[in-house]
C-alpha cells in the first residue's frame, strides 16, 4: 500500500491511496497520516483501492470526526464499487461524503 499526500492549500489536504488497505500495519500508516495533519478538509482518493477491510473502514470514520471537529470536510472520491458497497452494509453511506473525482472534491471546497 502506498499513501500520497498533496497539499492544496493550509486548510486541504488530498491522500490518494493505492493498493490494499487489509494489514494492521497499511491500516496503522493510513491512521498515522490522518491524524499527523492539521488540515480541516481531507480529500481520501480510493480510486487505486482494491481492497478496504473494517478497520480500515474505522479509519476514514475517525478521519470524517477528526475533519468535523475542526469545521472542515471529509470527502472520498473515485470510490471503487466494492468499497461503496462495504460503506453501504455498514450504513454509512449517509454519513460521508463522496465524489466523483479530486476536482469534484475541490469544487465541493471551493478550491477551484
Request: glycine content about 6%; hydrophobic content about 40%; some cysteine.
Amino acid at each position: 500500500m502506498e499513501l500520497i499526500e498533496k497539499e492544496i492549500s493550509k486548510s486541504t489536504l488530498i491522500i490518494q491511496v493505492n493498493g490494499e488497505l487489509i494489514t494492521h500495519e497499511e491500516v496503522e500508516k493510513f491512521r498515522r497520516v490522518l491524524t499527523s495533519r492539521e488540515h480541516r478538509n481531507m480529500v481520501i482518493n480510493l480510486g487505486q483501492v482494491s481492497f478496504l477491510c473494517s478497520l480500515a473502514i474505522g479509519m476514514m470514520i475517525m478521519g470524517y470526526k477528526q475533519s468535523s471537529a475542526r469545521q472542515g470536510s471529509f470527502i472520498l472520491c473515485q470510490a471503487p464499487k466494492e468499497a461503496e458497497d462495504s460503506l453501504r452494509d455498514m450504513g454509512l453511506l449517509d454519513l460521508l461524503t463522496f465524489a466523483k473525482d479530486e476536482n469534484e472534491a475541490m469544487t465541493m471546497l471551493g478550491e477551484n
